[in-house]
């Protein structure tokens, strides 16, 4: 067989740039099952000058429900600067934001962006409500009980690559440590 090979280096940086614009080159762990000093780690991480960005987040898969439709997703909590540093996310939704959608995500209020096609399933538009549902949650005298929360759409993410689209939903890193009992950690 007989063929062309091309390489890009434009191709090749945008394809590295949008990839670990949504997740990093490394994720750090704690040994006990939550994070309690991660602001200690994350001043001692971003000495390294090498280091672009060092931001705490919390990864979790929930179920996501409206009145249409139920999936299960990724859930990321994030902080509003970290969001904005993840170009591939921020860029890709800010025209589609409600007006003060950033400004009750900085609050920690009960608002996410989704992917357009969990948009889509749950056929949900900026301004609606939709449910969040942690298969982890609390134990009470009837049994575990999972944790429910109610959200607003505040923005919907386009990023044009199908993996992001469809499985990724951002949440306010307050919110995120309150809904799955993190205190602050």
Not at 106 to 109: D, L, T
């Given at each position: 067989m007989?063929g062309?090979?091309?390489?890009?280096?434009?191709?090749?940086?945008?394809?590295?740039?949008?990839?670990?614009?949504?997740?990093?080159?490394?994720?750090?762990?704690?040994?006990?099952?939550?994070?309690?000093?991660?602001?200690?780690?994350i001043?001692?991480?971003?000495?390294?000058?090498?280091?672009?960005?060092?931001?705490?987040?919390?990864?979790?898969?929930v179920?996501?429900?409206?009145?249409?439709?139920?999936?299960?997703?990724?859930?990321?909590?994030l902080?509003?600067?970290d969001l904005?540093a993840?170009?591939?996310?921020y860029?890709?939704?800010?025209y589609t934001?409600a007006?003060?959608?950033l400004?009750?995500f900085?609050?920690?209020?009960n608002?996410?962006f989704?992917?357009r096609?969990?948009?889509?399933?749950?056929?949900?538009?900026?301004?609606d409500t939709?449910t969040?549902?942690s298969?982890?949650?609390?134990?009470?005298a009837?049994?575990?009980?999972?944790?429910?929360?109610s959200?607003?759409?505040?923005?919907i993410?386009n990023?044009?690559?199908?993996?992001?689209?469809?499985?990724?939903?951002?949440?306010?890193?307050?919110?995120a440590?309150?809904?799955?009992?993190?205190?602050?950690k």
């Open positions: 007989i062309i090979y091309i390489y890009s280096k434009f191709f090749r940086k945008e394809m590295v740039k949008n990839i670990i614009g949504a997740d990093g080159h490394v994720f750090v762990y704690s040994l006990q099952d939550k994070f309690a000093n991660y602001n200690d780690a001043a001692k991480i971003q000495q390294d000058f090498q280091v672009l960005i060092a931001a705490p987040i919390i990864k979790s898969q179920f996501v429900n409206s009145p249409s439709y139920s999936t299960g997703t990724e859930v990321y909590g902080q509003v600067q904005k993840r170009h591939i996310f860029n890709n939704m800010k934001m007006k003060n959608a400004a009750a900085a609050k920690n209020e608002i996410v989704v992917g096609i969990i948009a889509r399933n749950l056929q949900a538009k900026v301004g939709i969040i549902i298969p982890n949650g609390y134990v009470t009837l049994g575990s009980m999972p944790r429910i929360i959200v607003k759409v505040g923005g993410i990023t044009g690559m199908y993996q992001y689209d469809a499985t990724t939903l951002l949440m306010p890193f307050g919110l440590q309150t809904f799955f009992n993190y205190g602050n």
